[in-house]
């Protein structure tokens, strides 16, 4: 009898350690893979516990930084009579809905020379939509963006306006600011030259949980199998970075167009440090003048508040998690948090209730130097109006 209990109990705790390990392989197992790699798992695991996340991931400007085209929501943006742009009495793009998609469709004298797809978006159209179409391995950009600001099509940013353009490529460069993952091949042209291939089955659009957060596979395993636990193990906890940690962070993407990237973006986790992956700005080297496109870094680093606060970020206005857009007064109280007492001239103050909107003031709308947007059938240019993060008297 006593044998018979023994063996009993021995199977028992045998069959427990089997059930735990087993119930260890079968989360990993049962969350789905990532092209990234072992580490990762992709945002439909994150969401199913930080569903109040989602709400805001979904319709924040980073989810939507990039993404593929639905003919439906295109169609949205169209405005039934004015989907022609025309460069002169000869030459026009037309944005026409056919059998297979959406296409901007080249014509000189009315017959037709070029027609392109839309295959993908670039922007949150919060400011602006630009196109791209795929032709095998590479991402061209399409002749016509959709500029918010005036509620139509334009020439898309840096392009001539005389005629149409379709052969610019995209590339690897803008999907590491405005996506999450590609994979890229660099090849050799001709002697030194060297053109790049992105496979756009790997493509992972817009800006997700694990590009910010970094791989989270682990941490996602951890709190599947011990539920009852309420604090975050194997993921980076934001608030034990440093200052330049953070900054870094956020820089890796707002630090402008002129960097030269080392090596591939795609890997830089919160806590990395930039200059690992950056090569020197030159352009902006020695107190140069930085655009204030996508370059909120140096500009708000070259401001007072930064250089004589021991402690700021951009979280220290920004919460990527909560849609402050436009609301002013919800900024001007983070001013105000470090500002409680103003020294301001009469002037000024008669200028009304100050305290609702610091903004507009000390962080003026500035146009981009680099981007403008070119409108039918006029000569001057619509501007690119970005805040500037140089926090200043300005005039
Ligand atoms: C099984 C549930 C679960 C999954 C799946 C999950 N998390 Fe979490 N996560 C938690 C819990 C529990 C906490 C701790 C409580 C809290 O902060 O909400 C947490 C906290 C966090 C934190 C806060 C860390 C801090 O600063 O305190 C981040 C960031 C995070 N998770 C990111 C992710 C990402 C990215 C993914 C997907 C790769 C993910 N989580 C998947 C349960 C989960
Ligand atoms: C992977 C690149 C990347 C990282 C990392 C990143 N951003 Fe962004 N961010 C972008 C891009 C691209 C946009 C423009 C999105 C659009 O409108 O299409 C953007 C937009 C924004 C906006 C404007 C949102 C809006 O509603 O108009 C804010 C604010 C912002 N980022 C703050 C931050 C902060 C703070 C951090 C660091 C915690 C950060 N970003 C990290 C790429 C990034
Ligand atoms: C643009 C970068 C960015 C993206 C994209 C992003 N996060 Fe965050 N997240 C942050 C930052 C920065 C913080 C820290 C905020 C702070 O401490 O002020 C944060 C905080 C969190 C927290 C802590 C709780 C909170 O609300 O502060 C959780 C949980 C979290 N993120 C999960 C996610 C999940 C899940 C996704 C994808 C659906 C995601 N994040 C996408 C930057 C990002
Ligand atoms: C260094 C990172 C970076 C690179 C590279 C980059 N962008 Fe951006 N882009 C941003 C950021 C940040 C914003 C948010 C607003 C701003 O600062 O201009 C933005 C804004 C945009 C917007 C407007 C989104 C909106 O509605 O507000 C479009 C469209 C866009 N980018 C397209 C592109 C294309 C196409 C390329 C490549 C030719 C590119 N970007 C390269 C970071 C980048
Ligand atoms: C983290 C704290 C902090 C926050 C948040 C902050 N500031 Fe400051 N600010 C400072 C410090 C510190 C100085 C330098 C004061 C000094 O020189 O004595 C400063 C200086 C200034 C100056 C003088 C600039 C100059 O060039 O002399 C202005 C104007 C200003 N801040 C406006 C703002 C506005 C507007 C906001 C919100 C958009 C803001 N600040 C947010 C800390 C902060
Ligand atoms: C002192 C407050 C403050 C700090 C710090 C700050 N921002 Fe902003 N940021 C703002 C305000 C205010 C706006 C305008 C919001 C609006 O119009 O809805 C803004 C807008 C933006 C936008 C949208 C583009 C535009 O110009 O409309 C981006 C992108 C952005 N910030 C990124 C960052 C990044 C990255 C950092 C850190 C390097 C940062 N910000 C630090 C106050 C701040
Ligand atoms: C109507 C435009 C305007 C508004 C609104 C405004 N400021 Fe100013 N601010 C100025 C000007 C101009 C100066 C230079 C002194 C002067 O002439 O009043 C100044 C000076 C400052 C200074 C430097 C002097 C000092 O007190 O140390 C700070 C800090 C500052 N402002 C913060 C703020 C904050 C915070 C808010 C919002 C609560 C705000 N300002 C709203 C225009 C403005």
């Given at each position: ?6 063996i ?47 709400q ?17 929501e ?94 610019r ?123 204030v ?49 103003t ?21 003026p ?20 109006l ?10």
């Amino acid at each position: 009898m006593k044998g018979i209990k023994r063996i009993l109990i021995i199977l028992g705790v045998m069959a427990g350690v089997v059930m735990i390990l087993s119930r260890c392989m079968n989360t990993d197992d049962d969350l789905p893979k990532d092209i990234r790699g072992e580490a990762y798992t992709g945002a439909a695991t994150c969401v199913k516990c930080h569903q109040e996340i989602k709400q805001s991931f979904a319709h924040d400007a980073h989810g939507l930084s990039s993404k593929p085209v639905y003919d439906q929501e295109l169609l949205k943006v169209f405005t039934p009579d004015a989907n022609v742009f025309n460069f002169d009495v000869h030459q026009k793009v037309v944005i026409e809905k056919r059998a297979g998609g959406i296409f901007q469709v080249a014509y000189v004298d009315g017959k037709e020379v070029r027609a392109e797809k839309f295959d993908m978006i670039f922007g949150s159209g919060e400011k602006a939509y630009t196109y791209a179409y795929w032709k095998g391995k590479k991402l061209y950009e399409l002749p016509l963006s959709y500029f918010s600001g005036i509620r139509n099509w334009a020439i898309s940013p840096g392009f001539s306006k005389q005629t149409f353009y379709y052969d610019r490529p995209i590339g690897s460069r803008c999907l590491e600011c405005h996506a999450s993952y590609v994979d890229k091949k660099v090849i050799q042209t001709s002697g030194v030259s060297t053109d790049e291939e992105l496979e756009r089955g790997t493509l992972i659009y817009g800006i997700d949980c694990e590009r910010c957060h970094g791989p989270g596979r682990k941490h996602a395993v951890f709190h599947l199998e011990n539920p009852e636990e309420k604090t975050a193990k194997f993921i980076t906890i934001y608030k034990t970075l440093s200052r330049k940690q953070k900054m870094d962070a956020c820089g890796v993407c707002h630090s402008g167009n002129s960097l030269v990237a080392q090596k591939s973006v795609f890997g830089f986790t919160p806590g990395d440090n930039i200059d690992d992956y950056y090569a020197q700005d030159f352009l902006g080297f020695g107190g140069g003048d930085p655009d204030v496109h996508g370059n909120q870094t140096s500009m708000l680093m070259g401001s007072n508040c930064y250089r004589k606060s021991k402690d700021m970020t951009c979280q220290s206005c920004h919460n990527t998690h909560e849609n402050s857009k436009g609301n002013l007064k919800v900024y001007s109280q983070r001013c105000i948090s470090c500002h409680q007492s103003t020294k301001h001239s009469e002037v000024t103050l008669a200028k009304g209730s100050l305290n609702a909107n610091c903004i507009d003031c000390h962080m003026p709308k500035e146009a981009s130097k680099l981007i403008t947007f070119q409108q039918a059938g006029k000569d001057d240019l619509s501007p690119y109006l970005l805040r500037s993060h140089r926090i200043a008297i300005h005039p």
